[in-house]
């Protein structure tokens, strides 16, 4: 089983609904980030969490709001979905307990496509 | 301005060569770097860090010129498994701990 687990794997939605995108982790790290991944953009970052009660925002966080329901659990929202949030989206972890090597976990990547 | 710029290739070259990609950034107070690789529809994993005094890791070789702001990334006798797009990946000092910015990546097309 995947450490990092996103669901759902893949999603259409309409414009205007509102869709939730959840990240769970069995690797106990203590940070969490969403990014999405758009052609020709990279991996851009949403929102980020350093722990349960500590939620940043990324370079791109309007339209999106997220809960970190758990040290384990991460969840990123559209409260209502927009054509150009048709992307890739990644969750991520990193261990910064022990001090940091850089390395961040991802999920398996959840798409969604928004008409 | 983009905080870190790739050459979005793609490379396609033959079994056995070598390659090379460049990556520079913009933030001089940059701290660490990184080349994350990207197999198609699966997720970045990290493939190496980037020290100041260059590393190598098997066939995989990193180099870094911060007075230049500029990373690479070198490839020998590059095998079909090779093929994917390679991330370089910026940590800011500057910002929260923990931030890394992403380049859009290179496309490396290996070819038996």
């Known amino acids: 089983d995947a450490d990092v687990t996103q669901t759902p794997r893949n999603r259409i939605t309409k414009t205007g609904k509102r869709i939730m995108l959840e990240c769970s982790q069995t690797?106990?790290?203590?940070?969490m980030y969403w990014y999405r991944q758009d052609p020709g953009l990279g991996l851009r970052l949403i929102y980020y969490?350093?722990?349960?009660?500590?939620?940043n925002k990324g370079e791109i966080s309007d339209g999106y709001s997220v809960s970190r329901q758990a040290q384990a659990k991460f969840s990123l929202s559209l409260e209502s979905a927009i054509p150009n949030q048709t992307a890739l989206y990644f969750c991520?972890?990193?261990?910064?307990?022990?001090?940091?090597?850089?390395?961040?976990?991802f999920g398996e990547g959840s798409r969604l496509t928004v008409l | 301005r983009k905080e870190v710029e790739q050459d979005p290739g793609p490379f396609n070259v033959p079994e056995g060569a070598t390659v090379a990609f460049n990556c520079t950034y913009s933030?001089?107070?940059?701290?660490?770097f990184f080349w994350y690789r990207q197999d198609c529809r699966k997720e970045p994993k990290l493939l190496m860090s980037v020290y100041s005094s260059g590393n190598e890791d098997g066939r995989f070789t990193a180099q870094l010129n911060r007075a230049s702001q500029y990373i690479s990334l070198l490839i020998r006798d590059s095998k079909l498994s090779d093929s994917a797009t390679y991330l370089c990946v910026v940590n800011d000092r500057g910002s929260t701990l923990g931030r890394l910015y992403f380049g859009r990546g290179t496309q490396l097309t290996v070819w038996p």
């Open positions: 969490s350093f722990d349960v009660k500590d939620i």
């Open positions: 933030n001089s107070a940059s701290q660490s």
């Open positions: 991520a972890t990193s261990d910064t307990r022990q001090g940091w090597t850089g390395e961040l976990f």
């Open positions: 690797k106990g790290h203590d940070r």
